[in-house]
Nanobody, 121 residues
Framework: QVQLVESGGGLVQAGGSLRLSCTAS????????MGWYRQAPGKQRELVAT???????NYADSVKGRFTISRDNAKNTVYLQMNSLKPEDTAVYYC???????????????WGKGTLVTVSS
């Protein structure tokens, strides 16, 4: 009923940039927070950035000053602009959304399938 679809991953050289997009669709009454998480092989999934409607964005210390999260509420889309990429940024990036489902009016977390970002040195 609710789907999150990510795009924008790829292979870039260190110092390069990528822009990730995630669009939520389905029975959505209200989008609350949206964000990006990443997981490298053999490591735990970690927070990258989140943004709440009407609030300011939050970033992990490791990406502050390099990444920018934004959202377009009219399009139910969240973006992650990644600049000055480093090899340690290599991971699968997952879109997350906390939303109120239109049918039940219950707040739930949803995840995208992920998009791979590879940064070469």
């Amino acid at each position: 009923q609710v789907q999150l679809v990510e795009s924008g991953g790829g292979l870039v050289q260190a110092g390069g940039s990528l822009r990730l997009s995630c669009t939520a669709s389905g029975s959505i009454f209200r989008l609350n927070s949206m964000g990006w998480y990443r997981q490298a092989p053999g490591k735990q999934r970690e927070l990258v950035a989140t943004i709440i409607s009407g609030g300011s964005p939050n970033y992990a210390d490791s990406v502050k000053g390099r990444f920018t999260i934004s959202r377009d509420n009219a399009k139910n889309t969240v973006y992650l602009q990644m600049n000055s990429l480093k090899p340690e940024d290599t991971a699968v990036y997952y879109c997350n959304a906390n939303l109120m489902v239109g049918i039940t009016f219950v707040n739930m977390d949803y995840w995208g399938k992920g998009t791979l970002v590879t940064v070469s040195s």
